[in-house]
């Protein structure tokens, strides 16, 4: 049993890599620079973190049902952009413009929704069509040139709740939100059955159409929420706006622990993936290391943090074949009752 | 004899045909063809030319050999990169990292060769002073400089897709996420190196790789003086490059014990590791080939634009990807051949070309690129699913 | 009171202008269990897809309750309180218990759109308790062993207060001791007024719990009647359609004394503990074991395919190999998997591919390493005639269009070319309907009587007995027993492989 200890530490460890690389991380910025453990900075890694961080609770969702979706980047710069336009031209105010954002996101995603559920596309050809089709219309619109914000959008960025800025307080909102809408609701059950097997969430009686549509419309939303509050921050819309978010996004959701395979994951750790992203970033730049090398060191992280999740998926395979021999805790603690069990059977209708 | 006797066969099965075709209404013959040409592995090349007809009918100057020679130029290096993104596919994997590793290569090449270089620009550069120099690159001038930048541009792409091939084939990573993380990093380090510039003075025989004609025409008037610009080359170095890497592939694949083995992987494999086929092997083995697809890309590339650029191949991804998938190559492996990416890259290139000829602004080309690409992407699956109910 | 519960008047289906079922006219009476049998393709799942609901009949009607009854999807099989429990369980690994259950129809809070966890939680205990489960209703079906998950499927037709019951193979993934208890609350149920509908190729189970037996063969009821009026062998040439003189065919050779494989001290921590064996030229070697007892765990390290421990295994009275998968192939050692779908075939890739697979590179010109394809091509040919796969072009034909006996065909065919000399098959026969069974004995013996050496895994006693010069008994990782075939006697070997289980897994 001492091997199997060991084994177990092991296992531990593994199944906590995000956490342990996170505390690791925060540790050797903290030590490092003492600036960057000023609240003020920590309020601000969180700050930057809440736009990936929302995009990346949508594409959880996504990755759920063992999708992809690679056109939340476009969403980011198309949706704030027909908001942008039509505070310019309809001259609306800043919360109807968020709702036509929210509703701009939606459209998309049930644009995507519905070419993988209807047409039966594959949903990586897909978003990846409308990506390039998406940003493609956005700059049809404005003829490629940048979009500036009126004064009120930017007012709105820069509120405050209870002394939170704006971008922390969606962030975390959409991050309750999607968690109680997985874990609490009959939708969410059914987005993890969908990620399990299709086949048989079909057979279960799921309505999985709806299912899959659903999530991509889940994740429009929540892109287009993201890029409306980033350009609230910012004030300017450009071409290349939210280009590549998407990479960003699947990254902050696989190092939160969520499966490309489908079926695992949860909104809090979009959480942990985003902000370990960000933090990484803003401890670079206290640590004055070339803005250049930045992106390599973020892709080791998210290296490190995608190979030790594998190293415990091969693990763990590995432990599950040896039972032959030693019977494992869970039988030997729980033999099914069957003798012991009462009679009769349940029926909860007379009949 | 025998020729006459094969003659007759022909006029007699032609005669048999001309009579089917009298007896059986002509309603039913075309629903049969119709039926043929979409369940035939070259539909994408009917539609290419289907579309090409039409369109060169309201646009006459898509003919012309100066357009068709400039769709050339622009099919080979994507065909290039196109077959090794097939290689990856057919096992199931996807690699995003071929962009990086054309950014990667093509400043390692111009590092190597280039004959001289800008301080103003590249002064910032970590290379700067030691392996890069007012004189040029580490070869500077050395007649085996093209020689090696080639033969290291090709070394790192191979060694990219090595690395890339290990972490998905021995650690069991998901080759989406791996070379996701490759394709940050790599393009990552082509630009800390270059702090984002191009690198420019590149040797004039590596120049020949992109630009190099063999079989060239005039079409216009006679005249005395012939300007450069004037002679459109069909039969380049860049064609006979990518052909031969195409038809390598083609071989390798059809032919060879690897190229079987490659599409059992894809089917099943599990069943192909019972059967034997070393499976992590043929995995590194495709990421790597995947590599020096993409590195041979990058050499041709970096020969048309005259520069090592770190940002080389940004904007490919779609194209590559696309076109393979439409090319008929399975998302989800197991299916898919080096002569299907080829229409596919035709396709692709054909449809940007006639997009910039309908004079449509930049910005609408992607916007219809998006969605051609849906519309071939359906046609598919409806096929598939039309051939699937016929068996 | 037999009344009747369901009856099936005169159903027809076509499919393709084949008769797959023939007016069938069927009485299921009220309590019962009616065992349903019949070959793969007799119209056992097409009859009960009509009855649940997944394809309608193109004649004929159905009663439920002396009503007629026309489902036109599975949830109106649901709603008529019909469920099936299916070979494949259709659970989910990443959801609790009581969320498996519901699934399709959560209960809300209203007006909340939250789940009501409290209503789901309590109404799970009742129906844990009622299958005799002792886990929380909020345990993750991954955590369940595949008896349980069986449970769990059950409490899904409880839990929609099912009155007919249908069990489509579901003893394939049990234990011995999983099964029993299957059948106990089978039995309980029976108990509490269910009808029940058990369709099974182990014809033991069926004459063991049924009540009555109706026969299908190529799409038409050949016999129903009481269980008394059968037995096994009069089942089997009911479902065969003609009386099989034996289930087992005559092998004409012996074994020779050469000694082809020498497995000595092979050991391998937590799996297999000092395994010891011989197999010999010509030889049919059985090996017995339960479910969990290492016999496919043996095969599948012996053929190289999973970590070696310790020990040596010795070819043909000298060489020893490093256990590998190539070199295994390389030694001529062949290695049939019991699940064909998962590690057997390419299932979506022509027959001809499958067939090429293994010895691709005893196919490649030595000039220019390219493969000799028209000799391939020959070569599969040749095996398929051999073996007598019924097909069309297997150069285009995906191997999934073949029947289970077919396939399985495939996968002895692929490795015959390149000419074994030791055959590792590892449950041959699972999931064939009996007739291709016949086949796949056959040759087997072709094969003994060639002189390759057959380890032949088994969990169906009777056809290791039929079969074997020799059967070694494996538990709990170690042989325990080895009987010469003089020396076969049913409860002997049983009673060996159930050694030192302390009652716990005794039959």
Redesign the interface.
């Known amino acids: 049993m001492k091997a199997s200890s060991r084994e177990r530490l092991t296992l531990l460890l593994l199944q906590n890599t995000t956490p342990i690389l996170f505390v690791a991380i925060f540790l050797f910025f903290g030590v490092q620079s003492s600036q960057f453990l000023q609240p003020q900075n920590i309020e601000n890694i969180i700050k930057q973190a809440s736009f990936i961080g929302m995009a990346a609770v949508g594409m959880t969702f996504v990755l759920l049902t063992a999708g992809i979706d690679l056109s939340i980047g476009s969403i980011m710069y198309l949706a704030p952009l027909v908001a942008g336009q039509a505070i310019r031209h309809q001259g609306i105010g800043v919360f109807p413009a968020l709702l036509l954002a929210m509703v701009v996101g939606m459209l998309f995603g049930a644009v995507n929704g519905f070419c993988i559920v209807k047409l039966r596309i594959a949903p990586f050809i897909t978003t990846l069509a409308t990506m390039v089709g998406g940003r493609g219309l956005g700059t049809a619109i404005t003829k490629s040139r940048s979009l500036d914000f009126p004064q009120p959008v930017l007012n709105f960025g820069r509120s405050e709740v209870l002394g939170i800025p704006l971008p922390i307080v969606v962030f975390v909102v959409v991050v309750a939100v999607g968690h109680i809408v997985l874990t609490r609701t009959a939708f969410g059950r059914q987005v993890y059955a969908v990620g399990n097997d299709v086949e048989a969430a079909k057979k279960a009686g799921i309505k999985t159409d709806r299912v899959l549509a659903g999530v991509y419309v889940i994740s429009g939303l929540c892109a287009a929420l993201s890029g409306f509050i980033l350009v609230s921050q910012i004030g300017r819309l450009d071409a290349p706006f939210g280009k590549g978010d998407e990479f960003d996004a699947i990254a902050a959701a696989v190092l939160g622990g969520a499966s490309l395979f489908g079926g695992v994951g949860n909104a809090f750790g979009a959480v942990i993936g985003a902000v370990l992203v960000q933090m990484v970033q803003n401890g670079l730049v206290f640590t004055n290391v070339n803005l250049y090398l930045q992106p390599m060191i973020q892709a080791t992280v998210i290296f490190l943090a995608v190979f030790f999740d594998s190293l415990r998926g091969m693990r763990l395979t590995k432990l599950r074949r040896r039972y032959i021999r030693i019977p494992t805790d869970r039988t030997a603690a729980q033999p099914p009752r069957v003798d012991s069990a009462r009679h009769g059977i349940v029926s909860s209708s007379g009949d | 004899m025998a020729t006459a006797e094969k003659f007759s066969g022909v006029e007699a099965k032609m005669n048999s045909q001309r009579r089917a075709l009298a007896q059986s209404g002509t309603r039913q013959n075309a629903r049969r063809m119709l039926r043929r040409l979409l369940f035939s592995e070259y539909f994408i090349l009917y539609i290419s030319i289907a579309y090409f007809l039409i369109l060169a009918i309201f646009k006459p100057a898509l003919y012309q050999p100066a357009n068709l020679s400039n769709m050339l130029a622009n099919a080979w290096p994507l065909f290039a990169i196109a077959t090794g993104q097939t290689f990856v596919l057919l096992i199931g994997g996807i690699d995003l990292s071929q962009t990086s590793v054309m950014a990667m290569t093509s400043v390692a090449g111009a590092v190597v060769m280039v004959e001289s270089a800008s301080a103003t620009v590249l002064e910032r550069s970590p290379l700067w002073g030691h392996l890069l120099t007012e004189e040029g690159g580490v070869l500077a001038g050395s007649a085996y400089a093209v020689a090696a930048a080639v033969l290291v541009m090709l070394l790192i792409g191979m060694f990219i897709g090595l690395l890339n091939g290990i972490a998905v084939a021995r650690f069991n990573m998901p080759a989406f996420m791996v070379t996701l993380v490759s394709m940050t990093f790599f393009s990552a380090v082509a630009i800390y190196l270059t702090q984002s510039e191009n690198i420019r003075g590149i040797p004039e025989s590596f120049l020949k790789l992109g630009n190099g004609d063999i079989i060239s025409l005039y079409v216009g008037e006679k005249a005395s003086k012939i300007t450069r610009r004037d002679i459109l080359s069909f039969i380049t170095y860049p064609a006979l490059i990518s052909m031969a890497l195409g038809f390598v592939g083609h071989i390798l694949l059809t032919r060879t014990v690897l190229g079987r083995q490659i599409y059992a992987v894809g089917a099943n494999r599990a069943a192909a590791a019972v059967s034997g086929v070393p499976v992590k092997r043929v995995i590194v083995l495709v990421f790597v080939i995947s590599g020096f697809c993409a590195a041979v890309a990058s050499i041709l590339y970096t020969a048309r634009l005259e520069a090592g650029r770190p940002t080389l191949g940004e904007n490919l991804l779609l194209d590559v990807v696309g076109a393979a998938v439409i090319g008929g190559t399975s998302l989800f492996g197991g299916k898919g051949k080096i002569h299907w990416t080829f229409m596919g890259v035709l396709f692709f290139v054909l449809l940007s070309n006639s997009l910039n000829l309908l004079n449509l602004s930049a910005f609408y080309i992607d916007m219809v690129k998006g969605g051609i690409i849906l519309l071939a992407a359906l046609t598919d699956v409806t096929r598939t699913r039309l051939l699937a109910r016929e068996a | 009171m037999t009344d009747t519960i369901l009856e099936f008047r005169e159903i027809t289906k076509t499919f393709f202008g084949v008769h797959a079922l023939h007016d069938i006219s069927l009485v299921v009476p009220r309590g019962h269990i009616l065992g349903l049998i019949g070959q793969n393709g007799a119209g056992k799942s097409t009859l009960m897809n009509i009855l649940g609901g997944v394809i309608r009949p193109d004649g004929g009607e159905m009663l439920l309750d002396g009503a007629p009854y026309q489902p036109r999807s599975?949830?109106d099989a649901?709603r008529a309180r019909i469920a099936f429990i299916h070979q494949e369980l259709?659970?989910?690994?990443?959801?609790s218990i009581a969320?498996n259950l519901f699934?399709?129809?959560?209960p809300?809070r209203k007006p909340l759109?939250?789940?009501d966890?409290g209503t789901i939680r309590r109404r799970t205990e009742?129906?844990l308790?009622?299958?005799?489960?002792?886990?929380a209703p909020n345990t993750m079906v991954e955590?369940l062993?595949p008896?349980?998950r069986q449970?769990v499927e059950i409490m899904k037709a409880?839990s929609i207060?099912a009155?007919i019951i249908i069990f489509d193979e579901p003893t394939t993934s049990l234990t011995a001791r999983e099964t029993e208890?299957l059948f106990?609350?089978i039995e309980?149920?029976r108990?509490?007024g269910?009808t029940m509908i058990y369709i099974s190729h182990i014809l033991g189970d069926v004459m063991d719990i049924a009540d009555d037996i109706a026969v299908l063969r190529d799409g038409e009821l050949v016999a129903q009647g009481p269980k008394d009026d059968f037995d096994v062998s009069r089942m089997i040439a009911l479902m065969v359609g003609r009386n099989l003189e034996q289930l087992y065919p005559i092998r004409e050779t012996e074994p020779s004394d050469d000694v082809l494989m020498d497995v000595q001290n092979v050991c391998q921590?937590?799996?297999?503990?000092d395994i010891n064996f011989t197999l010999r030229k010509g030889e049919v070697l059985g090996v017995f074991g339960l479910m969990?007892?290492?016999r496919t765990?043996l095969a599948r390290l012996l053929f190289g395919?999973?970590e070696f421990g310790t020990g040596e295994v010795r070819l043909n009275g000298g060489s020893t190999y490093n256990v590998g998968?190539?070199d295994?192939?390389k030694n001529q050692i062949a290695?049939v998997?019991e699940n064909r779908r998962?590690?057997?075939?390419?299932?979506?890739?022509p027959i001809a591919?499958n067939l090429?697979?293994?010895s691709?590179?005893q196919f490649?010109q030595r000039m220019t390493?390219?493969?000799r394809?028209d000799d391939l091509a020959q070569a599969a040919q040749d095996v398929t005639a051999t073996l007598q796969i019924k097909c069309g072009n297997i150069a285009s034909q995906?191997a999934k269009?073949l029947s289970g006996g077919n396939q399985q065909k495939v996968v002895i065919a692929?490795w015959l070319m390149s000419r074994p000399s030791i055959f590792i098959m590892d449950e041959p026969t699972r999931g064939i309907d009996v007739g291709a069974k016949y086949e796949i004995y056959s040759i087997i013996n072709d094969l003994a009587g060639q002189g390759t050496g057959i380890l032949f895994i088994s969990s169906e006693l009777e056809e290791l007995m039929g079969m074997c010069d020799r059967i070694l008994v494996m538990s709990?990782?170690e042989i325990r027993g080895e009987f010469a075939r003089r020396d076969f006697n049913k409860e002997n070997i049983l009673r060996s492989a159930f050694r030192e289980e302390n009652g716990h897994e005794s039959l």
């Open positions: 599975a949830s649901t259709n659970l989910f690994t990443n959801l969320e699934i399709d129809a959560l809300r759109p939250l789940i966890r009742e129906l308790d009622s299958v005799g489960l002792a886990v955590k062993s008896g349980e449970l409880l207060d009155n208890q106990g609350i309980r149920l108990a509490a269910k921590t937590g799996i297999v503990e969990g007892s290492g765990e395919l999973d998968v190539s295994s192939i290695f998997t998962e590690e057997g075939l390419l299932m979506e890739m591919d090429a697979l293994v691709l590179s490649k390493q390219f493969i394809q995906p269009s692929k709990r990782g």
